[in-house]
């Protein structure tokens, strides 16, 4: 939730609960909220086909 550049997600009210996706259409898909998530494989990012060629994840440039 805080490294998302379009503040796409709110916290959730139920305690323990993920966020709440507000705007899945504003995704930058910049892959911030994946490399920070605290649970490895919580977030699946699925780009655009488009987009796909370009993203990696911080893991794969190590
Ligand atoms: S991939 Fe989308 S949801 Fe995740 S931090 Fe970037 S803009 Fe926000």
């Given at each position: 939730?805080?490294?998302c550049q379009?503040?796409?997600f709110i916290p959730n009210p139920?305690?323990?609960a993920p966020?709440?996706?507000l705007?899945?259409?504003e995704c930058w898909y910049c892959g911030?909220?994946?490399d920070e998530c605290p649970i490895p494989g919580a977030i699946q990012?699925?780009?655009p086909l488009m987009n796909r060629v370009h993203w990696?994840?911080?893991n794969e440039l190590e």
């Open positions: 939730m805080e490294v379009v503040d796409l139920n305690k323990g966020p709440i996706v705007y899945p259409g911030c909220c994946v990012l699925n780009p990696k994840s911080k």
